[in-house]
């Protein structure tokens, strides 16, 4: 083992990195608020078909509850889209390119007009999708790390290598 494992990338984000990072973090919600409709649509269904007056058709208020389980995905999905756009519309952070060294002590980014230092510590997810890996500090902020900035895929590996030694929190990684 080398004394200091050290990966430097140069990160250019696009608004679709942004989308996907936030949609990637928060798809469960979205299945969780599916799910729920798609409950209460059957259990409004089953209370109607065994009333007192069972009727054949969907009531309003079933039709209203599985209408809004059908539309709710595709909202959420253009709600976030909209707001990830903004994100990134509004952020300098993400409209200029960053540079990130990562270390055994932590990461090192750098912008246009900052530099800044972080302890594994501050670390408390680490989600990996194809595209992205995705770093979130116990904060509503989150560090997203197109794979396509990566030199190659040994620098992603040792990334991943730092990431399962030094990161306590949640840690998803494809490989």
């Known amino acids: 083992m080398s004394s200091e ?27 969780r608020v599916i799910m729920l409709f798609w409950l209460s649509a059957m259990l409004l269904l089953f209370w109607n078909r065994n009333a007192a ?62 530099h800044a230092e972080s302890d594994w510590s501050n670390v408390a997810r680490v989600q990996e999708t194809r595209a992205l890996l995705i770093l979130c500090p116990p904060t509503s902020a989150m560090t997203i790390l197109p794979k396509r900035c990566f030199p190659d895929t040994s620098a992603l590996d040792m990334v991943r290598e730092l990431i399962r030694a030094h990161v306590t929190g949640r840690v998803k990684l494809l490989s």
Do not use: C, H, Q
Request: charged share 20%.
């Open 53 to 114: 007056n069972p009727t054949r058709s969907l009531g309003p208020t079933t039709a209203a509850v599985a209408t809004l389980a059908v539309l709710i995905a595709p909202i959420y999905i253009w709600l976030a889209y909209s707001r990830s756009r903004r994100a990134f519309r509004d952020s300098r952070v993400y409209r200029n390119p960053l540079s990130y060294t990562f270390t055994e002590k932590g990461m090192i980014v750098s912008g246009p007009t900052f």
């Open 5 to 31: 494992r050290r990966v430097e990338i140069a990160v250019t984000l696009t608004a679709d990195d942004v989308f996907r990072a936030s949609t990637a973090l928060n798809w469960r919600n979205l299945v």
